[in-house]
């Protein structure tokens, strides 16, 4: 079954303990990107990455990293959490051409206390 | 995303009512994605536009893209309590050559009985 695959679903942790949030998916697809949302917001693009080693930032970068080993595989990093970066997280991917579908995973919902 | 404006933020109909939300881009659209989303959970593919004029149907609800005006519309006909959530309109945009998936801020619907 074609799947985005994001753990954990939920996550409690403190201000400034590291965690990775890991996403997965197994189309082959080259274009993989973070999102987080929040009230009123919408969704909005934390890092995209096009293909393997091929990383960019988003709208909303700051205190996140990522990286692009495989093309599988499209991990969130949050080095020093703090409490704004409580929100909902969804990784998405999908072919790189214009139009194509994205698939999202599940979400992780993120507390930082 | 400033890219993409959704109308109304929020919406309560009656049970059996129409409604409609719109979504539109200031950018040109390569496609354009509805989905649905029950609050603080995954995306649901509804449906995807890619062509001026497309219209499609899923159930009681039809998106049409005005290819001219860079606009969808989402509409629901005879709503019932199961179409209650957050409506998401997403959009691929070019944005200095790199694409993009970009989301409006999301419509939340309640369905009074």
Known sequence: ?113 | SQELEQSPQSLIVQEGKNLTINCTSSKTLYGLYWYKQKYGEGLIFLMMLQKGGEEKSHEKITAKLDEKKQQSSLHITASQPSHAGIYLCGADILIQGAQKLVFGQGTRLTINP
Request: contains cysteine.
């Open chain 1, 1 to 113: 079954e074609a799947q985005v695959t994001q753990n954990p679903r939920y996550l409690i942790t403190v201000t400034g303990k590291k965690l990775t949030v890991t996403c997965s998916q197994n189309m082959n697809h080259e274009y993989m990107s973070w999102y987080r949302q929040d009230p009123g917001l919408g969704l909005r693009q934390i890092y995209y990455s096009m293909n393997v080693e091929v990383t960019d930032k988003g709208d909303v970068p700051e205190g996140y990293k990522v990286s692009r080993k495989e093309k599988r595989n499209f991990p969130l990093i949050l080095e020093s959490p703090s409490p704004n970066q409580t929100s909902l997280y969804f990784c998405a991917s999908s072919l790189l051409f214009m139009g194509a579908q994205a698939f999202f995973g599940q979400g992780t919902r993120l507390t930082v206390v």
